[in-house]
């Protein structure tokens, strides 16, 4: 036998032996109903279908299709269905999900009150949530549990950009413009404790209903109010509406919106001519590296749009989630859940991300300002970078945390 065969044969016996040794300590596999299904639970049909909606499903689809469709040796299942923005239907659909068709793992979750809904639910049956569409930081303070994480961004981190970026530059009188619910009461307070922390004043704030056909009442009193911003505290199709709106009624000649979270699919909706100029602050953006684009030029083969940052945060989710069971054996959400609060996590979204014991995943988030049209190169070229918001100062302290999880 000569030595290169010897040397081959060595090589391959020391590989079994590790892989053998790596089964042994991770134990026997053990997956329920030895499928691992991931539910993406998202709007499918209303005012926030742009941003979640099919997209998401499409993101979770290309995390399980990159995994090799299986986990374990396991089949990966993805699910999905519209929670039509209702708190009750949700709730009511994850529990079948749970109950019935064995989910494991839920995605998504746009809107606040649906995701505060589930969160409930999955605590209850021992399941996951990996939010990456709702933003009340509610699910990090008073409403966490063990078996949620809050992927890709949150009131605070959008307070904390836009706000202070917006006060920074002379903004320092607000009005907000705020949806009546979970998302734009945590988003209009959070705006406000920055706006005021950073020497500026609130001068009032009403509340619109989700979905609102007219905003005409609301932006006289945003323009009697006489502030120099006003803070948009709502999301999606309100967004688009609301700034449409205070466009055709003037408002925007003698006061400066500030969007406090607004997407891509808004700007490319709007047009730049509509939105040059503002500052928006988003957990991840399809240009920002080589990486990214590679990414979203898939998605984009498939969708026929550029991908929000909630559809990156479903990929992402999704492939930290996958990783997880691999590397614990399970679907077990106990173990999962440990697994994910001990690693370090890097994929296309973001690099060292870590999961605290809020159930805040960490990570950098950034500060954009909408290009002019002469600026743009082309379609979805829409923003110039203008801070990195590291990790450790993007999102709400642990000391801060009113999460009862948290051991003082």
Same mark, same amino acid.
């Given at each position: %036998?000569?030595?290169?065969?010897?040397?081959?044969?060595?090589?391959?016996?020391?590989?079994?032996?590790?892989?053998?040794?790596?089964?042994?300590?991770?134990?026997?596999?053990?997956?329920?109903?030895?499928?691992?299904?991931?539910?993406?639970?998202?709007?499918?049909?209303?005012?926030?279908?742009?941003?979640?909606?099919?997209?998401?499903?499409?993101? #979770?689809?290309?995390?399980?299709?990159?995994?090799?469709?299986?986990? @374990?040796?396991?089949?990966?299942?993805?699910?999905?269905?519209?929670?039509?923005?209702?708190?009750?239907?949700?709730?009511?659909?994850?529990?079948?999900?749970?109950?019935?068709?064995?989910?494991?793992?839920?995605?998504?979750?746009?809107?606040? #009150?649906?995701?505060?809904?589930?969160?409930?639910?999955?605590?209850?049956?021992?399941?996951?949530?990996?939010?990456?569409?709702?933003?009340?930081?509610?699910?990090?303070?008073?409403?966490?549990?063990?078996?949620?994480?809050?992927?890709?961004?949150?009131?605070?981190?959008? #307070?904390?950009?836009?706000?202070?970026?917006?006060?920074?530059?002379?903004?320092?009188?607000?009005?907000?413009?705020?949806?009546?619910?979970?998302?734009?009461?945590?988003?209009?307070?959070?705006?406000?404790?920055?706006?005021?922390?950073?020497?500026?004043?609130?001068?009032?704030?009403?509340?619109?209903?989700?979905?609102?056909?007219?905003?005409?009442?609301? @932006?006289?009193?945003?323009? #009697?109010?006489?502030?120099?911003?006003?803070?948009?505290?709502?999301?999606?199709?309100?967004?688009?509406?609301?700034?449409?709106?205070?466009?055709?009624?003037?408002?925007?000649?003698?006061?400066?919106?500030?969007? @406090?979270?607004?997407?891509?699919?808004?700007?490319?909706?709007?047009?730049?001519?509509?939105?040059?100029?503002?500052?928006?602050?988003?957990?991840?953006?399809?240009?920002?590296?080589?990486?990214?684009?590679?990414?979203?030029?898939?998605?984009?083969?498939?969708?026929?749009? %550029?991908?929000?940052?909630?559809?990156?945060?479903?990929?992402?989710?999704?492939?930290?989630?996958?990783?997880?069971?691999?590397?614990?054996?399970?679907?077990?959400?106990?173990?999962? %859940?440990?697994?994910?609060?001990?690693?370090?996590?890097?994929?296309?979204?973001?690099?060292?991300?870590?999961?605290?014991?809020?159930?805040?995943?960490?990570?950098?988030?950034?500060?954009?300002?909408?290009?002019?049209?002469?600026?743009?190169?082309?379609?979805?070229?829409?923003?110039?970078?203008?801070?990195?918001?590291?990790?450790?100062?993007?999102?709400?302290?642990?000391?801060?945390?009113?999460?009862?999880?948290?051991?003082?």
């Amino acid at each position: %036998m000569n030595r290169t065969r010897i040397c081959a044969l060595s090589c391959a016996a020391v590989f079994v032996a590790c892989a053998a040794a790596a089964m042994a300590q991770q134990g026997p596999v053990k997956i329920s109903d030895n499928v691992v299904r991931i539910g993406v639970l998202t709007d499918m049909s209303g005012l926030y279908s742009d941003i979640g909606g099919q997209g998401s499903v499409v993101a #979770a689809q290309m995390a399980v299709d990159d995994f090799g469709g299986k986990v @374990l040796g396991k089949k990966v299942d993805v699910v999905a269905t519209d929670h039509q923005n209702k708190a009750d239907v949700a709730a009511q659909k994850v529990r079948e999900w749970i109950d019935r068709g064995g989910v494991d793992m839920i995605t998504d979750a746009l809107n606040s #009150a649906v995701a505060l809904a589930t969160s409930k639910v999955v605590a209850e049956k021992k399941r996951i949530l990996m939010d990456t569409g709702a933003a009340s930081t509610r699910l990090t303070n008073e409403d966490c549990t063990r078996y949620t994480i809050h992927h890709t961004y949150d009131t605070f981190a959008l #307070a904390n950009g836009t706000g202070r970026a917006v006060v920074k530059q002379g903004g320092d009188s607000w009005f907000f413009l705020t949806a009546d619910y979970a998302f734009g009461h945590s988003l209009e307070q959070d705006t406000m404790n920055v706006v005021k922390e950073n020497g500026g004043k609130v001068l009032g704030a009403v509340r619109h209903p989700l979905s609102a056909s007219d905003f005409s009442s609301f @932006l006289l009193q945003a323009q #009697a109010s006489k502030a120099k911003i006003v803070g948009l505290a709502n999301a999606g199709g309100d967004t688009i509406n609301s700034i449409k709106a205070a466009n055709e009624f003037g408002l925007t000649k003698t006061q400066t919106l500030a969007g @406090l979270l607004v997407f891509v699919s808004d700007i490319h909706s709007l047009g730049l001519q509509a939105t040059q100029g503002m500052y928006v602050t988003e957990a991840w953006y399809w240009d920002l590296n080589d990486q990214t684009r590679k990414w979203s030029k898939r998605f984009f083969d498939k969708t026929k749009r %550029m991908p929000t940052m909630i559809h990156a945060g479903v990929y992402s989710a999704t492939t930290m989630y996958l990783n997880a069971v691999k590397a614990t054996g399970t679907d077990d959400a106990d173990a999962v %859940m440990s697994w994910m609060r001990a690693s370090k996590h890097s994929d296309m979204f973001g690099t060292n991300m870590t999961l605290r014991e809020d159930g805040r995943l960490v990570h950098d988030m950034y500060l954009f300002q909408v290009k002019k049209p002469s600026e743009s190169k082309g379609p979805w070229d829409y923003y110039h970078l203008r801070e990195t918001i590291a990790a450790d100062h993007a999102f709400q302290p642990l000391s801060k945390s009113r999460c009862p999880l948290i051991n003082r």
